[in-house]
């Protein structure tokens, strides 16, 4: 299935990102488009590239119900969104170094030697890495991969919102994660605008940039 790009102009794609609460829950995205969608999401940078991202796309009725008491004051965007995707930063996820730069080295991406050497200098620094080291990285990377979902979002011709309001404590069991591993980072609500969110203001560079 072909990328489906509505709008290929970054400027609008940038400056035209509003924060959208109300969606016309007519309006849903197959299985197909959804993951389009975030095959070009992860296209976000992260630490020794783990992409330690991993998304639950709530979209079924029930998965909507599951959510509802877990999101606060965030409903409307869960009754009306096509689907809240929700991102998790995986613990464990240099589990998947072998895959990763193993395969890079098949597409010729990376020389044998360098995979070696990776692995070999990162394997006893991940072992060691304290908990709460491993949180802030798959929080960093994660909020990367979210940043990218919403501009995706946009060229695909959806719209999107933050949300950092629900329930960090029972959110990973209630979606069938092993709270050990997965770490909830953000879920961004995606659909089509039923009401156009609000322009907003954004302190310009010369009083938020320090030169040195």
């Known amino acids: 299935m072909q990328n489906t790009y509505k709008e290929n102009d970054f400027s ?16 849903k995205i197959s299985k197909e488009e959804m993951e ?3 095959n070009d999401t992860v296209t976000a940078p992260s630490s020794i590239n783990m992409q330690p991202w991993r998304f639950v796309v709530v979209s079924s009725d029930e998965g909507k119900e599951t959510l509802a008491p877990l ?5 409307l965007q869960n009754e009306t969104s096509a689907a809240m995707v929700v991102i998790f930063g995986d613990l464990d996820n240099f589990a998947q170094a072998e895959k990763i730069y193993g395969t890079a080295v098949e597409q010729n991406l990376m020389p044998q030697d360098v995979k070696e ?28 991969a979210a940043m990218n979902l919403m501009l995706v979002a946009r060229a695909y011709g959806y719209d999107t ?52």
Do not use: C
């Not at 404590?169 to 969110?197: F, H, N, R, W």
């Not at 609000?198 to 320090?210: N, W």
């Open 12 to 27: 609008k794609i940038l400056k035209g990102r509003r924060s959208v609460r109300n969606y016309d829950p007519a309006v």
């Open 36 to 38: 389009q969608i975030i």
């Open 71 to 75: 999101v606060h004051f965030n409903k």
């Open 117 to 144: 050497r990776q692995l070999e200098m990162f394997s006893p620094l991940m072992e060691k890495m304290p908990l709460d080291v491993k949180k802030e990285t798959v929080l960093i990377d994660g909020s990367l």
């Open 161 to 212: 919102n933050p949300i950092g309001g629900f329930d960090r404590e029972k959110i990973t069991e209630a979606l069938q994660l092993d709270p050990e591993q997965y770490y909830p980072i953000m879920i961004v609500s995606i659909g089509k605008a039923k009401e156009a969110g609000y322009p907003s203001y954004r302190l310009p560079a010369e009083d938020i940039t320090f030169w040195r």
